[in-house]
């Protein structure tokens, strides 16, 4: 297994959609096993081809408290149910996170990499990272689903704690990147945007992003 190098924003790798495979070709394995290897030295929940550099349509998903990951070939979201506001990060986007809206629940077809089906029905961090996942795949970021423009902060100046101002947070906000919220807490939706400098790359983008 080896350590791909990430795609960032403004990387237009990031903004192409992915190619769905029309069968599981025999490179696919070890792509996938770097990509896991990728995403848990990135300390991610997921990672989308897209974010190192390949069109192919595959994502892997693995929650903190999953033993192995979930490998999902021309993954894609059949059913929403509900919508709710979540905090969200992306390694791509490193060093932000936002309020996005995302669905209360989903359900998910994919392929294995042994070519069977996969159905899955899911909530909470699961779903928000197949809604993630399939997002990057169809050249989709979470930018683009923010609750409103200003809801993106840089980490450790999130809205809501304009008293701790140039406090950076330890390990969980990383860890929470590729979306994982922070554990129960959400940013208050009225919060101040003072700090807020958001990636020009939202939907009617200005100049290119080029991150902290
Ligand atoms: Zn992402």
């Not at 932000?96 to 998910?108: C, E, M, P, Q």
């Amino acid at each position: 297994m080896a350590v791909l190098p990430m795609r960032f924003l403004p990387d237009p790798v990031l903004r192409r959609p992915a190619q769905k495979l029309t069968k599981v070709p025999p490179g696919l394995k070890q792509m996938t096993d770097d990509m896991i290897e990728t995403m848990h030295v990135q300390q991610g929940v997921g990672l989308a081809a897209n974010q190192i550099g390949s069109l192919q349509k595959v994502a892997v998903i693995q929650l903190p408290d999953w033993t192995e990951a979930l490998v999902l070939i021309n993954p894609e979201i059949v059913k929403r149910e509900g919508e709710l506001e979540l905090e969200e990060g992306c390694l791509s986007i490193p060093g932000y996170r936002g309020l996005v809206k995302r669905s209360v629940r989903v359900r998910a077809r994919a392929i294995g990499l042994d070519g069977k089906v996969i159905r899955i029905k899911a909530e909470g961090l699961l779903a928000q990272a197949l809604e993630h996942e399939t997002d990057h795949l169809n050249g989709t970021l979470y930018i683009d689903r923010l609750v409103a423009r200003d809801k993106i902060w840089k980490i450790g100046y999130r809205p809501d704690e304009e008293g701790h101002e140039g406090h950076e947070h330890d390990g969980h906000e990383h860890h929470a990147s590729e979306g994982a919220p922070g554990p129960g807490d959400s940013p208050s939706p009225d919060g101040s945007s003072a700090c807020v400098d958001p990636p020009a790359d939202a939907p009617d983008a200005g100049p290119p992003f080029r991150g902290p």
